[in-house]
């Protein structure tokens, strides 16, 4: 019998083993991966005795071509009354209106954590010596930042006001004709969001967080998102967790907490992966970071999303990738990173078998390099197959 998913009393979720879950098919190859990933869905819950009552919802061109709308009302009002949802790409409107449905939906439910794990699955080609030692988890603000959208154009009446003022109140030389953005940082945006990585770190028994900041240059933005991770650290986690000034880079057995600039971690994680683990950090930041890390482990074709407030109960995993529009239909494209954000939610709902299971069956179908063509082109004695194929091949293998 099909059952929302709630939360308890006591702040956790209660997951049906029937839950009706929300889903977005996705523009351009969301027409080929979505059927694939449901699929292996299915097909791993079976396994376990369970299932998903999918419940699909409107959003981006399909929505547009039947409502007349990019992100139909009924669309928020879904996730927000079933907690989970998850979905394919979609794209961004040009011209007016809303900027970026992905981060409408992320700021219109706040889903504060963008989760994003990156780790090497075998046999999968990289252009790094080491693949196997990238496995981190990174947990990217996802509300504020320059993503808050908090712009004016150059030349608008809007624009010269607000230069007049910050020259005049704020001695700040700015020059005529610029565009002018603004960057929040919150004491309250950043805690929650380092929050919820050292949870995150204390409970997977992971070693480190690292808070990643451009805080040398910005130091009341980025700079105060370093600050507050590390007297958040002090005042709530201290039997757990400890900074690195206040240990000396030895923690015994608690996770340790420290930070990097953001430019010098980008070359870091090339040179020295294995010494990150958790990462914390602002929203830009984490969008350029996620997108890297995952080149180094094969690309954004198979890199998974989440996005989760962990006070209310709600997430959308996602897709990363973009829309691909050329493809679609053609049963061609690699169906993963949908797949590998059905893990992650499901390893969200506590279904943790199932999860298992789909990475090892995913594993086993790349280690036979059996691979869409996106890995085909890159691995000798490959056995290209399609979109649709790939996923019957996981299945196989459960």
Same mark, same amino acid.
């Given at each position: 019998?099909?059952?929302?998913?709630?939360?308890?009393?006591?702040?956790?979720? /209660?997951?049906? !083993?029937?839950? =009706? +879950?929300?889903?977005?098919?996705?523009?351009?190859?969301?027409?080929? =991966?979505?059927?694939?990933?449901?699929?292996?869905?299915?097909?791993?819950?079976?396994?376990?005795?369970?299932?998903? @009552?999918?419940?699909? /919802?409107? #959003?981006?061109?399909? #929505?547009?071509?039947?409502?007349?709308?990019?992100?139909?009302?009924?669309?928020?009002?879904?996730?927000?009354?079933?907690?989970?949802?998850?979905?394919?790409?979609?794209?961004?409107?040009?011209?007016?209106? +809303?900027?970026?449905?992905?981060?409408?939906?992320?700021?219109?439910?706040?889903?504060?954590?963008?989760? &994003?794990? /990156?780790?090497?699955?075998?046999?999968?080609?990289?252009?790094? *010596?080491?693949?196997?030692?990238?496995?981190?988890?990174?947990?990217?603000?996802?509300?504020?930042?320059?993503?808050?959208?908090?712009?004016?154009?150059?030349?608008?009446?809007?624009?010269?006001? %607000?230069?007049?003022?910050?020259?005049?109140?704020?001695?700040?030389? +700015?020059?005529?004709?610029?565009?002018?953005?603004?960057?929040?940082?919150?004491?309250?945006?950043?805690?929650?969001?380092?929050?919820?990585?050292?949870?995150?770190?204390?409970?997977?028994?992971?070693?480190?967080?690292?808070?990643?900041?451009?805080?040398?240059?910005?130091?009341?933005?980025?700079?105060?998102? *370093?600050?507050?991770?590390?007297?958040?650290?002090?005042?709530?986690?201290? !039997?757990?967790?400890?900074?690195?000034? !206040?240990?000396?880079?030895?923690?015994?057995? &608690?996770?340790?907490?420290?930070?990097?600039?953001?430019?010098?971690?980008?070359?870091?994680?090339?040179?020295?992966?294995?010494?990150? !683990?958790?990462? #914390?950090?602002?929203?830009?930041?984490?969008?350029?970071?996620?997108?890297?890390?995952?080149?180094?482990?094969?690309?954004?074709?198979?890199?998974?999303?989440?996005?989760?407030?962990?006070?209310?109960?709600?997430?959308?995993?996602?897709?990363?990738?973009?829309?691909?529009?050329?493809?679609?239909?053609?049963?061609?494209?690699?169906?993963?990173?949908? =797949?590998?954000?059905?893990? %992650?939610?499901?390893?969200?709902?506590?279904?943790?078998?199932?999860?298992?299971? =789909?990475? &090892?069956?995913?594993?086993?179908?790349?280690?036979?390099? +059996?691979?869409?063509?996106?890995? #085909?082109?890159?691995?000798?004695? @490959?056995?290209?197959?399609?979109?649709?194929?790939?996923?019957?091949?996981?299945?196989?293998?459960?």
């Amino acid at each position: 019998m099909p059952e929302k998913i709630t939360m308890s009393a006591e702040g956790r979720l /209660v997951v049906p !083993d029937e839950p =009706i +879950i929300p889903f977005i098919e996705g523009d351009g190859t969301g027409v080929d =991966i979505w059927p694939a990933a449901k699929l292996v869905f299915d097909a791993a819950a079976a396994k376990h005795n369970k299932r998903v @009552a999918w419940k699909e /919802v409107l #959003a981006g061109e399909k #929505a547009y071509k039947e409502t007349g709308n990019w992100l139909p009302e009924e669309t928020v009002d879904a996730f927000k009354e079933y907690l989970i949802g998850i979905k394919g790409p979609l794209t961004t409107p040009v011209g007016g209106g +809303i900027r970026s449905l992905n981060v409408a939906l992320r700021q219109l439910l706040d889903l504060y954590v963008c989760l &994003r794990p /990156v780790r090497w699955f075998k046999g999968v080609p990289s252009p790094v *010596r080491h693949p196997e030692l990238v496995d981190m988890v990174i947990f990217r603000e996802n509300t504020e930042d320059v993503y808050a959208g908090l712009e004016v154009q150059s030349g608008t009446p809007e624009a010269v006001r %607000l230069i007049e003022y910050l020259r005049d109140q704020m001695g700040w030389k +700015i020059k005529d004709g610029s565009g002018i953005g603004i960057k929040p940082i919150s004491e309250e945006g950043s805690k929650r969001l380092i929050r919820a990585a050292i949870k995150y770190a204390v409970s997977h028994g992971r070693k480190s967080v690292t808070l990643v900041h451009k805080g040398n240059i910005q130091k009341f933005t980025e700079g105060a998102f *370093r600050n507050w991770g590390y007297e958040l650290t002090r005042e709530e986690f201290s !039997d757990v967790a400890v900074g690195w000034d !206040d240990c000396g880079g030895e923690p015994g057995d &608690r996770v340790l907490v420290k930070d990097a600039i953001a430019d010098i971690t980008f070359q870091q994680v090339l040179t020295r992966p294995a010494e990150f !683990d958790v990462v #914390a950090t602002t929203n830009l930041n984490g969008d350029y970071l996620s997108d890297a890390l995952a080149a180094q482990v094969g690309g954004i074709g198979i890199a998974p999303g989440g996005n989760i407030n962990y006070v209310t109960g709600h997430g959308v995993f996602e897709a990363t990738h973009g829309t691909a529009p050329k493809y679609a239909g053609q049963d061609k494209v690699n169906p993963g990173s949908v =797949i590998l954000s059905g893990v %992650l939610m499901f390893e969200h709902l506590g279904w943790e078998e199932v999860a298992a299971d =789909i990475v &090892r069956a995913l594993e086993a179908t790349i280690a036979e390099k +059996i691979v869409t063509y996106d890995f #085909a082109r890159l691995m000798e004695g @490959a056995k290209e197959v399609k979109c649709s194929e790939f996923a019957q091949a996981i299945v196989d293998r459960l």
